[in-house]
C-alpha cells in the first residue's frame, strides 16, 4: 500500500470523500452478528495513521467480551442517564427520556478507547501548555477508524454518558489511562 | 452533493482513503502566497460535517490575519517554547531546540479552532461526565479539514506550543470559548 511518491486527491475522489463525511453514522442499532475480525483488525490498524502529538500515539484500544464487565458498564451507563435525566428540565425530560443513547444490550462488539496521559513515545512534545493534546491525538483515532468503518458499510455509537473513571475500574486498566470514549459496533 | 440513497464505498475508495491517511502531512514549511480563499471556504463548510456530542457543533474557527495579533500569539508561543525547552534533560535539548515546532512568521494563513464550552445547541447531551466530549467534536472538525486540506495537496501545522488562555485573550474572544489549537496553513 505504501508508496514514495506523493499521490494527487482528484476531484472524484474529494467527491466520494465528501459523501464520506456526510454518511459517516452513529449508531444506536445493531445487527446480531459480530462484524468480521479481519474487518476489524483492519480499522484498528486503520486508526494508527491518525495524527498524533509528538507522534506519541498515545490511544489504547480495549476490546470488552467478558459479560460481567459489559453488565458493570451498562449498569454505570444506566445511572448516569438517570442522573442525566433528573438534570433535564421539564419541557427536554420528555424528549431526553425517548432518546436511545446507547445499545449496550445489543452492540456485539465493544471496545474502550483510552488515551495514556503521560506516555514515553513522544516524550511529552507539545503537550506542556495544552496537556489534552494527548487525548486529541485519541480522538483523531477514533475519527479515522469511523470513517474507514463507513467504507464497510459500519456505523459506530460513541457512548458518553459513563463515569469514566468507573470504567477504567471495571476493565481493570492502569490509572494512568484516561477513558476517552466507549463504543459500540 | 446530496443523496438519499446512502451509497457504497468501494475498495478502489477505500485504498484511495487509506492513501490519503498515510499523506496527510503535519507541515512547519509555508509557501508564501496564501490558500486561495474559495478553497479554505470549501473546507471550512466542510468541517461543519464533523460528529459532535448531541449534534452541538461546537466548533469556532477564528481567522487570524490582524498582524499585531499574530506578532503576540508568536512571541507567546516563543515564550511556551522557551519553557519546554528549559524542562528538557540535557540528553533531549539540543534534539528538542533543533525542532522547527511551528511556522508562525512564515504561514500566510492562520487561525484559531475554539471549543464553545457550554453550547446551547445540544442541550449539553452526552457532556455530563465527560465534558471534555465538547472538545473532542471540535478535534473531529479540525481532523475533517485536515484530510480534506490534503485532497487539495496542502499540509496544516498544528500548534499546540501555547498558552491557550493567553491566545483567547490575544484574539479577544468570549471567555466560554476555549482554544483547542492554533493552525498554520
Redesign the interface.
Known amino acids: 500500500?505504501?508508496?514514495t511518491v506523493?499521490?494527487?486527491?482528484d476531484d472524484d475522489?474529494?467527491?466520494?470523500?465528501?459523501?464520506?463525511?456526510?454518511?459517516?453514522r452513529?449508531v444506536r442499532s445493531f445487527l446480531p452478528m459480530p462484524v468480521p475480525q479481519v474487518i476489524l483488525d483492519h480499522l484498528f490498524e486503520?486508526a494508527h495513521?491518525?495524527?498524533s502529538?509528538g507522534l506519541s500515539q498515545p490511544w489504547r484500544f480495549v476490546m470488552v467480551e467478558n459479560a460481567s464487565r459489559r453488565s458493570a458498564i451498562k449498569a454505570n451507563f444506566e445511572k448516569?442517564n438517570a442522573?442525566?435525566l433528573a438534570?433535564?428540565n421539564e419541557t427536554?425530560a420528555g424528549i431526553?427520556a425517548s432518546?436511545k443513547?446507547a445499545g449496550l444490550s445489543e452492540a456485539p462488539c465493544q471496545f474502550a478507547v483510552c488515551t495514556e496521559a503521560e506516555p514515553e513515545q513522544g516524550?511529552g512534545?507539545?503537550?506542556?501548555?495544552?496537556p489534552?493534546?494527548m487525548?486529541?491525538s485519541t480522538?483523531?483515532a477514533i475519527?479515522?477508524f469511523?470513517?474507514?468503518a463507513?467504507?464497510?458499510?459500519l456505523g459506530l455509537g460513541?457512548v458518553?454518558?459513563?463515569?469514566?473513571e468507573a470504567v477504567i475500574d471495571v476493565l481493570d486498566l492502569p490509572k494512568s489511562w484516561k477513558?476517552?470514549?466507549y463504543f459500540c459496533l
Open positions: 500500500m505504501k508508496q506523493p499521490p494527487v486527491f475522489f474529494r467527491s466520494i470523500l465528501i459523501s464520506l463525511f456526510r454518511w459517516r452513529d486503520l495513521l491518525a495524527p502529538v448516569c442522573m442525566a438534570g433535564q427536554r431526553y432518546l443513547l516524550h512534545l507539545g503537550c506542556q501548555t495544552i489534552e493534546m487525548s486529541y480522538v483523531t475519527h479515522t469511523w470513517l474507514a463507513r467504507t464497510y458499510g460513541w458518553s454518558i459513563l463515569d469514566p477513558l476517552t470514549g
